[in-house]
C-alpha cells in the first residue's frame, strides 16, 4: 500500500470530532492492510514507530530536509525497512548514515508525507487514534466484540501485535495471549469518587477501603528465580530496584504477578515526597534510598491465573503469598469503619482511601467503576500545554501554566485552565530549562509545548466558562507535583474534569468548538 494512503487517513481521522468518524476512517483502511503492513501501520496510527526510538531528534531532521517529491511512490513496507534500518544503526559512522537515510526518505515523500514523517519521529503526532479508539477500529475490522480486542490487548501490552493478531487470525488469535509471567500487562486503574459515602453505597457495602499511597505503581513477576519489576507504563525497572526483587524472591511460590505501590520512607515511617520515590526510577543502580513495597492486588500465583476471579479471591491470595506486604485495607466495613480508614490513611500522611468492589475482576487499562478514589480535596492530572513568560519576581522564568485534559477520542488535549499557584522557585527554574525541551512553537508571551508533561493540579472545583474549548474553568487550581510517571495518554480527561461541576451541570457535553488556548 501507499504510504500517502496511511497519511490521507491520517488527516481524515484529525479532522473529525466524532469517535465513531473516527474509528469508521481507521476500520476502513485496517481492512484493506496487507498482514504485513498492519503492526507498522497500527503503530504509527496510534502515533509512534513500531521500533520505539530510533535515535532520530528535530536537530537530526532539520538537517536531513530536503525538497519534496511531487508524487506518492513511497510504500508502508518501504518507510519501515527505512525506521528498522535507523534503529539498528551505532557505533562509527551512523550518523552520516542516518543522515544519508533520512534525506532519502524524506526526499522521495511528499510534502504532505514528510510533514507525517517528521511529526511522527518527534512524538508529535496526534490526529486521534490513541489506544481507546484504534482499539475499536481492529474491533469493527476484524468483526469482533470490542471487549474480546481490549482483552487481548490488556495481556499483551502491544496494540499493533493485538491488531495483527485479530485480524489474521480472529478470535482464536486473540484468544492465545494469557497472562504471561514476565510481560507486563496493563493495570486497572481507580475513578474518581464524589464522596466515600457514595462510592461505599455504590457497591452496597460488599467493598475493600484501602489507604491510597502517594506513591509509584509497580508490578512486579516472577518465574522461579527470575524477578522482573514494570512500572504502570510498562517500562521495566528491575535494575533500580534491587530491594524489591531481593524482597520477592524470598516470597513463598514459584510464580507471582503482585500489583502494587513503591513509596520511600522517613525515619518516622512517613511517605518522603512522591520526586524522591520517582528520582530511583531512572536510576542505573540502587541508592541509599530504599524503597517499601505495598501490593494490593495479586494477579497470578503458582500456575493460577486470577484475572478473571473477584477482587476477593485475588485478595485471598495476596494474603497467603505476600500477607507482611499488603497495602492498608479493611474488607466489608461498615460506614464508621470506613471512615476511620480514611481519617487513618490521611494520618498516616497518605492520599485517601481507593474503594473497591469486591465481586469485580481485574479490568486491565480501563478507569472503570469498580475502583473509586477518594481525597479529601479535588486533584486532577493535567496536560502542559504552554507557560507564560512571568514578570515582577519571576521575570526571565516560565511561569503561568496552560494546562488541558485529555480528548477521550484521542484528539489533540482541551485546555481547561491556568494557574501560576504552587510553583515553588524550584520548580520555576526547572520550568524554564525543561520546557524549551518540548516547545512546538512559541510568541513573545507564551511558549507552547508538544503535549508530553503531565502535572498534578489540586483545586477547589469547576465551573462553566465559555473561556476554554471545554466549556469549564478550573477554580484556583494550583500545582502540587508534575507526574514523570504518568504519559499524557494517562492524563484525566475532559470528561472527568466535567464531573466535578456542581448539580445539574456536572453532566458531560461537547466541548466549545474553539481553537482557543490549543498549541
Same mark, same amino acid.
Given at each position: 500500500?501507499?504510504? +500517502? =494512503?496511511?497519511?490521507?487517513?491520517?488527516?481524515?481521522?484529525?479532522?473529525?470530532?466524532?469517535?465513531?468518524?473516527?474509528?469508521?476512517?481507521?476500520?476502513?483502511?485496517?481492512? #484493506?492492510?496487507?498482514?504485513?503492513?498492519?503492526? @507498522?501501520?497500527?503503530?504509527?496510527?496510534?502515533?509512534?514507530?513500531? $521500533?520505539?526510538?530510533?535515535?532520530?531528534?528535530?536537530?537530526?531532521?532539520?538537517?536531513?530536509?530536503?525538497?519534496?517529491? &511531487?508524487?506518492?511512490?513511497?510504500?508502508?513496507?518501504?518507510?519501515?525497512?527505512?525506521?528498522?534500518?535507523?534503529?539498528?544503526?551505532?557505533?562509527?559512522? +551512523?550518523?552520516?548514515?542516518?543522515?544519508?537515510? /533520512?534525506?532519502?526518505?524524506?526526499?522521495?515523500? =511528499?510534502?504532505?508525507?514528510?510533514?507525517?514523517?517528521?511529526? /511522527?519521529?518527534?512524538?508529535?503526532?496526534?490526529?486521534?487514534? /490513541?489506544?481507546?479508539?484504534?482499539?475499536?477500529?481492529?474491533?469493527?475490522?476484524?468483526?469482533?466484540?470490542?471487549?474480546? #480486542?481490549?482483552?487481548?490487548?490488556?495481556?499483551?501490552?502491544?496494540?499493533?501485535?493485538?491488531?495483527?493478531?485479530?485480524?489474521?487470525?480472529?478470535?482464536?488469535?486473540?484468544?492465545?495471549?494469557?497472562?504471561?509471567?514476565?510481560?507486563?500487562?496493563?493495570?486497572?486503574?481507580?475513578?474518581?469518587?464524589?464522596?466515600?459515602?457514595?462510592? *461505599?453505597?455504590?457497591?452496597?457495602?460488599?467493598?475493600?477501603?484501602?489507604?491510597?499511597?502517594?506513591?509509584?505503581?509497580?508490578q512486579v513477576h516472577r518465574q522461579g528465580e527470575t524477578v522482573r519489576v514494570f512500572t504502570r507504563t510498562l517500562r521495566e525497572i528491575t535494575r533500580s530496584v534491587p530491594e524489591l526483587v531481593e524482597l520477592v524472591?524470598?516470597?513463598?511460590? %514459584? +510464580?507471582?504477578?503482585?500489583?502494587?505501590?513503591? /513509596?520511600?520512607?522517613?525515619?518516622?515511617?512517613?511517605?518522603?515526597?512522591?520526586?524522591?520515590?520517582?528520582?530511583?526510577?531512572?536510576?542505573?543502580?540502587?541508592?541509599?534510598?530504599?524503597?517499601?513495597? *505495598?501490593?494490593?492486588?495479586? !494477579?497470578?500465583?503458582?500456575?493460577?491465573?486470577?484475572?478473571?476471579?473477584?477482587?476477593?479471591?485475588?485478595?485471598?491470595?495476596?494474603?497467603?503469598?505476600?500477607?507482611?506486604?499488603?497495602? @492498608?485495607?479493611?474488607?466489608?466495613?461498615?460506614?464508621?469503619?470506613?471512615?476511620?480508614?480514611?481519617?487513618?490513611?490521611?494520618?498516616?500522611?497518605?492520599?485517601?482511601?481507593?474503594?473497591?468492589?469486591?465481586?469485580?475482576?481485574?479490568?486491565?487499562?480501563?478507569?472503570?467503576?469498580?475502583?473509586?478514589?477518594?481525597?479529601?480535596?479535588?486533584?486532577?492530572?493535567?496536560?502542559?500545554?504552554?507557560?507564560?513568560?512571568? *514578570?515582577?519576581?519571576?521575570?526571565? *522564568?516560565?511561569?503561568?501554566?496552560?494546562?488541558?485534559?485529555?480528548?477521550?477520542?484521542?484528539? &489533540?488535549?482541551?485546555?481547561?485552565?491556568?494557574?501560576?499557584?504552587?510553583?515553588?522557585?524550584?520548580?520555576?527554574?526547572?520550568? =524554564?530549562? &525543561?520546557?524549551?525541551?518540548?516547545?512546538?512553537?512559541?510568541?513573545?508571551? %507564551?511558549?507552547?509545548?508538544?503535549?508530553?508533561?503531565?502535572? &498534578?493540579?489540586?483545586?477547589?472545583?469547576? $465551573?462553566?466558562?465559555?473561556?476554554? @474549548?471545554?466549556?469549564?474553568?478550573?477554580?484556583?487550581?494550583?500545582?502540587?507535583?508534575?507526574?514523570?510517571?504518568?504519559?499524557?495518554?494517562?492524563?484525566? =480527561?475532559?470528561?472527568?474534569?466535567?464531573? !466535578?461541576?456542581?448539580?445539574?451541570?456536572?453532566?458531560?457535553?461537547?466541548?466549545?468548538?474553539?481553537?482557543?488556548?490549543?498549541?
Amino acid at each position: 500500500m501507499l504510504f +500517502s =494512503t496511511i497519511v490521507a487517513t491520517s488527516q481524515a481521522v484529525g479532522a473529525t470530532r466524532s469517535r465513531r468518524a473516527k474509528v469508521e476512517e481507521l476500520r476502513t483502511l485496517l481492512a #484493506v492492510l496487507d498482514p504485513g503492513e498492519v503492526e @507498522p501501520v497500527v503503530s504509527w496510527l496510534a502515533g509512534e514507530p513500531r $521500533q520505539g526510538r530510533i535515535g532520530v531528534g528535530w536537530r537530526t531532521l532539520a538537517g536531513s530536509r530536503v525538497d519534496p517529491s &511531487e508524487e506518492p511512490s513511497l510504500t508502508v513496507s518501504d518507510v519501515d525497512r527505512a525506521f528498522t534500518e535507523l534503529a539498528g544503526l551505532s557505533g562509527a559512522g +551512523s550518523t552520516g548514515r542516518r543522515r544519508e537515510l /533520512l534525506a532519502g526518505l524524506l526526499g522521495a515523500a =511528499t510534502a504532505e508525507e514528510q510533514d507525517f514523517l517528521m511529526r /511522527l519521529l518527534t512524538g508529535d503526532l496526534r490526529q486521534g487514534a /490513541l489506544d481507546g479508539v484504534m482499539t475499536d477500529a481492529v474491533a469493527a475490522a476484524a468483526g469482533l466484540p470490542a471487549e474480546t #480486542v481490549r482483552r487481548a490487548f490488556m495481556l499483551s501490552g502491544r496494540l499493533p501485535a493485538t491488531a495483527a493478531a485479530g485480524l489474521g487470525g480472529g478470535a482464536d488469535a486473540l484468544a492465545a495471549f494469557r497472562l504471561e509471567v514476565g510481560r507486563p500487562i496493563r493495570p486497572m486503574l481507580a475513578a474518581p469518587a464524589q464522596s466515600l459515602a457514595g462510592a *461505599y453505597d455504590e457497591f452496597g457495602g460488599e467493598v475493600s477501603v484501602e489507604y491510597k499511597l502517594d506513591g509509584a505503581r509497580i508490578q512486579v513477576h516472577r518465574q522461579g528465580e527470575t524477578v522482573r519489576v514494570f512500572t504502570r507504563t510498562l517500562r521495566e525497572i528491575t535494575r533500580s530496584v534491587p530491594e524489591l526483587v531481593e524482597l520477592v524472591g524470598t516470597l513463598p511460590c %514459584t +510464580s507471582v504477578v503482585l500489583d502494587g505501590e513503591t /513509596l520511600a520512607l522517613d525515619p518516622a515511617g512517613r511517605p518522603r515526597p512522591f520526586q524522591e520515590t520517582m528520582s530511583r526510577f531512572g536510576a542505573e543502580s540502587a541508592h541509599e534510598l530504599l524503597l517499601h513495597p *505495598y501490593f494490593f492486588d495479586c !494477579l497470578h500465583l503458582d500456575g493460577a491465573d486470577l484475572l478473571d476471579a473477584p477482587l476477593a479471591d485475588r485478595l485471598d491470595a495476596l494474603q497467603r503469598v505476600a500477607p507482611d506486604h499488603r497495602i @492498608p485495607g479493611v474488607l466489608r466495613p461498615d460506614d464508621a469503619t470506613a471512615d476511620a480508614q480514611f481519617d487513618a490513611a490521611l494520618a498516616a500522611g497518605h492520599e485517601g482511601v481507593v474503594v473497591k468492589d469486591l465481586t469485580a475482576p481485574y479490568a486491565a487499562g480501563r478507569r472503570g467503576r469498580a475502583w473509586q478514589k477518594v481525597k479529601p480535596e479535588h486533584t486532577l492530572d493535567l496536560v502542559v500545554l504552554g507557560a507564560e513568560w512571568g *514578570y515582577g519576581r519571576r521575570t526571565g *522564568y516560565l511561569s503561568n501554566l496552560h494546562l488541558g485534559a485529555r480528548d477521550p477520542d484521542g484528539g &489533540e488535549p482541551i485546555m481547561v485552565g491556568k494557574t501560576f499557584k504552587g510553583l515553588t522557585d524550584a520548580l520555576l527554574q526547572w520550568q =524554564t530549562e &525543561e520546557f524549551p525541551r518540548h516547545e512546538r512553537s512559541r510568541d513573545a508571551h %507564551t511558549v507552547y509545548l508538544r503535549p508530553e508533561l503531565v502535572v &498534578e493540579i489540586e483545586l477547589d472545583g469547576v $465551573q462553566v466558562s465559555p473561556r476554554y @474549548p471545554g466549556g469549564v474553568a478550573l477554580r484556583f487550581a494550583r500545582v502540587l507535583r508534575y507526574r514523570p510517571d504518568k504519559t499524557a495518554a494517562e492524563a484525566d =480527561t475532559v470528561d472527568a474534569v466535567r464531573a !466535578l461541576l456542581p448539580g445539574p451541570d456536572s453532566a458531560p457535553r461537547q466541548p466549545i468548538p474553539s481553537d482557543h488556548g490549543r498549541s
